[in-house]
């Protein structure tokens, strides 16, 4: 009898503890299902004015782009600024606003040196005139199979670890020059005219379009395979290092390149020799000058006339 008096009181103890978990399950939803975020990046891609990147691992300035009237510019080390193709902000925008979390990874701080989106992590802030509406932490990256990238984010207000698709870092991580104007020549082959190479001594020659045939200017036909592949590769040219110096420092130019269009509009390509190296600059991005060294740039602009000829 008293076994049977102790048991219904447990049971009555037990029932009252299921209660008062379900009561607390029911009302604080929070404690079980703190929402998983279906989207991360809220922002307004026509209304951006500035985009703020610190790189991971590197200290010192920040990346800033930002809007002036209607064009991009960045700022460099130096404290000036340099312009930015749309195009550059375009894919970062188009980058951040497909970040979408494909699972919830960790969640408090202890995750976040496993995930490196702690002091380490490369950071995005957004802004929209004077509202930061992103503020955005990329930590590290993993392979998966079948041949997939994921990276692990967190935002700033957040304690939440997320993975998403996509190797973030190798695009936000960047310094400020790889988001300049690398244009040396960017136009097409089928509205050129003739073309000038200006070298040092004897060296100079042209060569002229007549009937949608290439030929020199005194008449000698060129091959047309050898010249075709020339003149695809110097209509698609980019510079990878640039020098940051004044018109003022340079000397004259000792190699010109001037392609002449079908509409008589020109590009001008000028080469600069300082100390050892050749510095170039272009009519399409006056605002740049490249290292003519870097990646054999020189070269692919002044060719010798052995490009076009048997």
Known sequence: MLKDTSNKKLGIVF???LIIALVIFISDPGSNERTFRSELVKIDTTSVTQIVIYAKNKEGTPVKLFKEDSSWKVQLENEKIASVPKSKIDNLLSQLIQIKPERLAGRGEASYNDFEVDDSATRVEVYEGSNKTLDLLIGKFTFQQPRTMKSFVRLAEDT?????DGF?????NQDANSYRDQTVINDNVNNWNSLAFSYPADSSYQIVKVDNVWQLSNGTMLDSVKTETALRQLANLRGSEFVDIDESELPLPEFKLTVIKNNNDQIEVFGYKVADKVIINSSQNPESYFDGNEGN??????????KFTN
């Open 160 to 164: 939440d670890v997320y993975e998403v």
């Open 168 to 172: 973030l870092s190798m695009t936000f």
């Open 297 to 306: 740039l020189f070269g692919r602009v002044f060719i010798g006339i052995k």
């Open 15 to 17: 029932g009252i503890l």
